[in-house]
């Protein structure tokens, strides 16, 4: 038997942690690992003591139509980067790797296309994450360099960039 590789094995743990999502549209998992230990893991559901979408039975998002990507500010959920974010310590953080596995809700299949959104993006910047690293399919991956978000920023007007 071949012995899975370490990002891989990282991003089949991230996978594990997204079964406790409780969103209605998209499940994501992440976790944050640093010098080959795992220092926090996080998954997009409701800031704690809050209903959630799964307790409610309804996505306000979806409700009113609201295509995947926009109107975040409408979302219950705290996403999966920010809570593993927020669970470790930044001392932890710098120079680490964050893995992210997205599944969707509905039908079960690995998001092909996940990422992480433009406030996970500066979440992951301010907390010294070096890398970042996609689960694209079981055995397919993308890797992300934080260095390049940083280089390509998403937050200024093209005219500007």
């Not at 996940?114 to 010294?128: F, K, P």
């Amino acid at each position: 038997m071949a012995r899975i590789d370490k990002e891989n094995y990282y991003l089949d743990i991230a996978e594990t942690v997204l079964e406790r999502s409780t969103c209605l549209r998209r499940c994501y998992g992440a976790i944050i690992v640093k010098n080959d230990e795992i220092v926090s893991t996080g998954y997009n559901g409701a800031p704690r003591g809050r209903r959630n979408c799964g307790d409610l039975g309804y996505c306000t998002r979806e409700a009113m139509n609201i295509p995947s990507g926009e109107r975040y500010e409408l979302c219950r959920s705290v996403h999966a980067e920010a809570n593993a974010i927020i669970s470790a310590a930044r001392s932890q953080s710098i120079g680490a790797t964050l893995y992210l596995a997205g599944r969707d809700a509905k039908t079960g299949e690995l998001l092909s296309d996940a990422t992480s959104c433009s406030m996970c993006r500066r979440l992951i910047i301010n907390a010294g994450i070096d890398r970042v690293v996609i689960r694209r399919t079981k055995e397919d991956y993308s890797v992300v360099h934080v260095e390049d978000w940083i280089r390509e920023d998403d937050s200024l007007p093209s005219s500007v960039k």
